[in-house]
């Protein structure tokens, strides 16, 4: 068996996220049909990680085995497969892995992009979280920095979450303002479920002057979810880069 990633893009307004869940909807239910399929053989896929319902990916990767030995190299195979999976998923290319190498894993580091529209526009309406209110970007990244100085997001983790660890290292933090949005990059070697959309959650109020960045820190330090904001809306979350070490692609 040859070990594959394989590397794809969804939009995830009708999916219940990535993982196959019974009854659901899911990114990688449609996916794992889709290769068995066309392989005809029952295949496993597993991701980088979990999305949830609505969260939308510029950037995924995910493994599996295949007898053959030659897909990577196999435009057809690769159109085929993109010619009946729906049009909200999409395959870019396949890599042939060392037999060990997991997606999830491995990853070293994931980038997600939070994206707020401040004009209404039926063309982002999936994908950006309106907003009209004003907000103070410099005051929103003061805040944000924060992030970089601790490790233990307990306060913005899922209640009543299966992570064995809260613990995380995030790389950078940072707003900027984009052709009238207003977006969130975040990195970070790993996510908390939910972790991504609580921050944006708490910091908009900080852009809008109703939290200070030393109040911000309080909420890291007290390690209670019910301390930090409500979640943003999922629609606006973008899962947009992974890192993987080189050493694991033959």
């Known amino acids: ?26 990114v990688q239910g449609v996916l794992t049909k889709a290769l068995s399929t066309i392989l005809a053989s029952e295949i496993t896929v597993t991701g980088a990680g979990r999305t949830d319902t609505g969260v939308h990916a510029s950037f995924f990767c995910a493994h ?13 195979f690769i159109y085929n497969l993109n010619g009946i999976l729906p049009d909200d998923i999409a395959i870019g290319r396949m890599v042939k892995v060392k037999g060990d190498a997991s997606a999830r ?3 070293t ?32 990244n003061e805040a944000a920095s924060i992030l970089l100085r601790h490790n233990d997001f307990t306060s913005f983790s899922r209640l009543h979450g ?12 940072r707003w900027h303002e984009e052709n009238g949005r207003v977006i969130f990059t975040i990195t970070a070697d790993r996510f908390l479920r939910n972790m991504v959309r609580a921050v944006v959650g708490t910091l908009i109020p900080a852009g809008r002057g109703k939290l200070s960045p030393s109040d911000f820190e309080a909420i890291l330090h007290g390690k209670n979810r019910g301390l930090a904001g409500q979640s943003a809306p999922a629609h606006g979350l973008s899962l947009t880069a992974i890192e993987y070490p080189e050493g694991i692609f033959l």
């Not at 995830?12 to 869940?21: F, K, P, S, V």
């Not at 599996?64 to 057809?76: E, I, P, Y």
């Not at 997600?112 to 929103?140: E, H, S």
Request: charged share 25%.
């Open 105 to 107: 894993f491995d990853a």
């Open 64 to 76: 599996f085995d295949a007898a053959r030995d030659d897909l990577d190299r196999d435009a057809q």
């Open 109 to 140: 580091s994931r980038t997600y992009r939070y994206t707020i529209t401040r004009i209404k526009d039926p063309f982002v309406a999936d994908t950006a979280w309106l907003l009209y209110w004003q907000l103070d970007i410099a005051r929103m």
């Open 162 to 173: 299966s992570n064995k660890t809260n613990i995380c290292r995030v790389t950078h933090a």
């Open 1 to 26: 068996m040859t070990r594959y990633f394989i590397f794809l893009s969804f939009r995830g307004t009708a999916y219940h996220g990535w993982q196959i869940q019974p009854g659901r909807h899911t």
